[in-house]
């Protein structure tokens, strides 16, 4: 079985101050796995893609995440947290071929405080 | 702006109503999804197709028809919906169905909100 599992439902910091959205995975298959924004009213807008090449995997606006493998996880980590951050993210498993099935975690809400 | 429209924005139905959902991408991908995101629940995927044709069906009821007339257009036909079927409708795609390869991207459109009175 797949799953994906967002550890905090909300997450507040204040600006300026470093992000982590914990998300932790099962899978059997190698998985790729992402990590997606959605601001609201707004569609979904990939961040970053892990597929088995380095573990630590830089996307944009600054976000970066490590897969580690022993402790089946994945973490999206920012070190300054700005206003315009505010959303709500997702973490996204994709174990089995030619599918294209994603598996997404329930999401966490990330709230800036100024 | 990730080049994948959805049309309406907004829509509410009556449950003995047929309504459809579009969307249009032209970015050249082969590769086309359903997702539906409710309140409280994590997204969940409806259909894939690719090259046109279905390649999967998750479970999903019949009062949802998919149609891909084309690679640049989707549609999710609507009919005789219950209430609880009230969600956000995402439309996404990319060049390929695995989004695991390389260099290949899912793009999510904007969504549809769907109301079921």
């Known amino acids: 079985a797949q799953s994906v599992t967002q550890l905090d439902s909300h997450v507040s910091v204040s600006e300026g101050t470093p992000v982590l959205l914990r998300c932790n995975y099962s899978?059997?298959?190698?998985?790729?796995l992402f990590w997606y924004v959605q601001h609201p009213n707004k569609g979904l807008q990939l961040l970053l893609k892990y597929t088995s090449a380095a573990t630590l995997v830089k996307g944009i606006n600054g976000f970066e995440a490590e897969f580690k493998k022993s402790e089946t996880s994945f973490h999206l980590t920012k070190p300054s947290a700005h206003m315009s951050d505010a959303a709500e993210y997702f973490c996204v498993l994709y174990g089995s071929s030619n599918t294209g099935k994603l598996i997404f975690g329930q999401g966490t809400t990330l709230q800036v405080k100024p | 702006e990730t080049g994948v429209t959805q049309t309406p924005r907004h829509l509410v139905m009556g449950m003995t109503n047929k309504k459809s959902l579009k969307c249009e991408q032209h970015?050249?991908?082969?590769?086309m999804y359903w997702y539906k995101q409710s309140a409280k629940k994590p997204l969940e995927l409806m259909f894939v197709?690719?090259?046109?044709?279905?390649?999967e069906n998750n479970s999903v009821p019949s009062r949802f028809s998919p149609e891909c007339p084309n690679s640049s257009h989707l549609f999710l036909h609507l009919h005789t919906l219950q209430p609880e079927d009230s969600a956000l409708y995402l439309c996404?795609?990319?060049?390929?169905?695995?989004?695991?390869?390389?260099?290949?991207?899912?793009?999510f459109g904007e969504g549809s909100w769907l109301t079921v009175v």
């Open positions: 970015l050249g991908h082969n590769a």
């Open positions: 899978s059997s298959y190698s998985p790729s």
């Open positions: 197709y690719s090259l046109e044709e279905r390649v």
């Open positions: 996404a795609s990319s060049h390929q169905v695995d989004p695991g390869a390389y260099g290949n991207t899912i793009y």
